[in-house]
């Protein structure tokens, strides 16, 4: 349904996210985005493969979220279960934000426990994304994801809450882009003023020189230079959050290769 509207034969980075954004984020999360789709994104991203069972995704939680809120605001103080945001109209709101946290600084963290998390958090400005849920006849604010410099950061769950769509294929999609900015484990192209971060991690081919990992060649891709992914996964988000996050969709799953089309390092998978 969804994957329908990205080109099968899609040679140009990210053209097709506007088809593919529709309408706001039901807040019932009857997701079109699995819960598998997201453990994908974590697990790919890691170095570590941990098993499914263990991704916390708030499954019980994203059900009875009631409504969300994107708030320009400053962060009062941070501790080992909360944060504490002031409000619109002045007032202190404290947020729960334990659990499993995506972090993209210089690297993706796929998986953080909030207790490694709230060490990239300070007090200060930030763009909070917050949350109300309901547990049993209790009101909680949460807090499910926040931008502050140049780190971002969010839930997993608020991938399933602004997933515009997720396109699969057993062969490839050949999407290219500028390089933007490079990471300890990913890159971030963009084409036509839309940005796709893409997964780095893991062993690599290189052609003509053996196998190696990103940090081995990284810097034989330069910002500015036209980098061409065949890719079997990619994830288009919502406006709504790239507005926030600067980031419209995820890529990842290569049988294919990266291949640096001003350069012309190419690597593929073992």
């Known amino acids: 349904m969804i994957g329908a509207n990205l080109s099968k034969n899609s040679y140009m980075m990210i053209y097709s996210m506007n088809a593919l954004r529709v309408g706001k984020p039901d807040l019932r ?45 400053k962060i009062t103080s941070v501790d080992n279960s909360s944060i504490t945001i002031v409000g619109e109209g002045g007032e202190e709101i404290n947020l729960l934000a334990r659990g499993k946290w995506i972090i993209i600084s210089d690297e993706i963290i796929p998986k953080a426990r909030w207790i490694d998390a709230m060490n990239y958090v300070k007090g200060g400005e930030a763009t909070v994304v917050m949350g109300t849920i309901t547990r049993g006849n209790e009101t909680h604010y ?6 502050q410099g140049e780190v971002m950061m969010f839930r997993p769950v608020l991938l399933k809450v602004y997933a515009a769509g997720h396109k699969h294929t057993k062969t490839y999609m050949g999407p290219r882009g500028e390089l933007v900015e490079k990471g300890k484990n990913y890159m971030i192209l963009e084409k036509d003023g839309r940005r796709v971060i893409a997964s780095t991690s893991g062993k690599w081919i290189k052609a003509g020189g053996g196998e190696v990992t990103w940090s081995d060649v990284a810097d034989e891709f330069h910002e500015g230079d036209t980098v061409r992914l065949f890719c ?28 640096d089309l001003t350069s012309g390092t190419a690597l593929s998978r073992p």
């Open 232 to 259: 079997h996964n990619i994830l288009a988000m919502r406006k709504e959050f790239s507005d926030v996050f600067g980031i419209d969709a995820f890529i990842w799953g290569y049988s294919g290769a990266i291949i």
């Open 142 to 147: 949460i807090c499910l994801g926040l931008k």
């Open 29 to 73: 999360l009857v997701a079109i985005v699995s819960a598998a789709v997201i453990m994908a994104i974590m697990l790919a991203t890691s170095s570590a493969y941990a098993s499914p069972a263990n991704l916390d995704i708030m499954a019980k939680e994203s059900e009875i979220v009631k409504s969300l809120d994107v708030l320009e605001t």
